[in-house]
């Protein structure tokens, strides 16, 4: 058995995206999910809207130049303020 990362997000309303993520993992790779998977599916869950706001953990792929540019692009932006290292 081999092991394998995902990554998964859910919404306030329950719904939720998950995919597999390639090994090795970057920044370049997390935008293009970003913009192919991500986006989209919070436009679908939340049809009325163009601005999202998401919680991140501190993992700096998810929050290098090309992710950031990526998600300011489709409207996402990061809960400030949220620890670096959750406690759980």
């Known amino acids: 058995m081999q092991k394998q990362k995902f990554f998964g997000f859910t919404t306030s309303t329950g719904k939720t995206l998950t995919f597999l993520m390639p ?6 790779m997390w935008a293009k999910e970003v913009k192919k ?14 601005e999202f706001t998401v ?7 998810l929050r290098g130049p ?4 990526a998600m300011r692009a489709g409207g ?13």
């Open 37 to 50: 998977k991500v986006v989209p599916f919070f436009k679908k869950a939340f049809p009325g809207r163009s």
């Open 55 to 61: 919680l991140l953990d501190g993992e700096r792929l």
């Open 23 to 28: 090994k090795p993992w970057s920044t370049e």
């Open 76 to 88: 996402i932006s990061v809960l400030p303020n949220w620890p670096k290292y959750s406690p759980d």
């Open 66 to 69: 090309a992710a950031k540019a």
